[in-house]
């Protein structure tokens, strides 16, 4: 059973306008895949249409995980077969601890479909001896499980939960859309840290990195990048072409692709 992430011509809408416009891209397991593109070129509802948002309508095409076209499934299915989104703006739960929200989420990924939940849940020692080590792992202080989740948290403190939740669950395949946005340097260290622990302990773990910026990949290194504009792939590359992006922008790209007159 393959887990490739391939996906092949795929277009999607957001009401009537549509946004990707045949987008194939394989993402291998084991390696770090870095997409970027200016904003607008739809990078962002490539992730949210990987992992099934509802605002967005999928019109052809296909996506391929572990042998299924998951474009079928259902998210909470998606998400079991080991997908992950890391998500640009993470919501806050008014009322949910973290340590709560995190067990909730572990015992939805045990749980096996015709057995009793209660044998599937995580006993609390071993759940609480787990979220202690990553934490720490993280740099993330044990009174944040108290909290309530994301409630007054910072745009680092916010990602660096979302790398904790990531480090619990431990998928097989992370979809990280623009994790870096409103992130300081400090807290784009941290969170960037936390990404490469989870690699390191996984070495099968595919992650595809979307951002707009280079700087994320000046501490997660991609082991391919892949630019989009318009709605699909148009050049792929190795780390290299992140540092001439950053050296010379998307334009000369965009006129190699499209001609001057786009």
Known sequence: ??????????HANIGDKEILKGVNLTVKPGTIHAIMGPNGSGKSTLSNTIMGHPSYTVTAGEVWYKGQNILELEVDQRA????????????????????????AAVNGHRAVEGKDTRETQIPMPQFRKEIRE????????????????????????KKRIEILQMSMLKPSMAI?????????????????QGVNVLV????????????????????????????????RIV????????????????????????????
């Open 200 to 231: 390191q302990a996984n070495s099968e773990m595919g992650v595809l990195v979307i951002t707009h910026y280079q700087r994320l990949l000046n501490y997660i290194k991609p082991h391919v990048v892949s630019v989009m504009m318009e709605g």
């Open 80 to 103: 079991k077969l080991g997908m992950f989104l890391a998500f640009q703006y993470p919501v806050s739960i008014p009322g949910v601890t973290v340590a709560n929200f995190m067990r």
């Open 235 to 262: 050049r792929e590359g190795g780390p290299e072409l992140a540092l001439e992006l950053e050296e010379r922008g998307y334009d000369f790209i965009r006129e190699e692709v499209f001609g001057n007159g786009n």
């Open 176 to 192: 990280m859309d623009e994790t870096d946005s409103g992130l300081d340097i400090d807290a784009l260290k941290v969170v960037s």
């Open 134 to 157: 990553k934490m720490a792992a993280l740099g993330v202080d044990e009174a944040f499980a108290r909290r309530y989740l994301n409630d007054g948290f910072s745009g680092g403190e």
């Open 1 to 10: 059973m393959s887990s490739e992430l391939v996906i092949k011509n795929l």
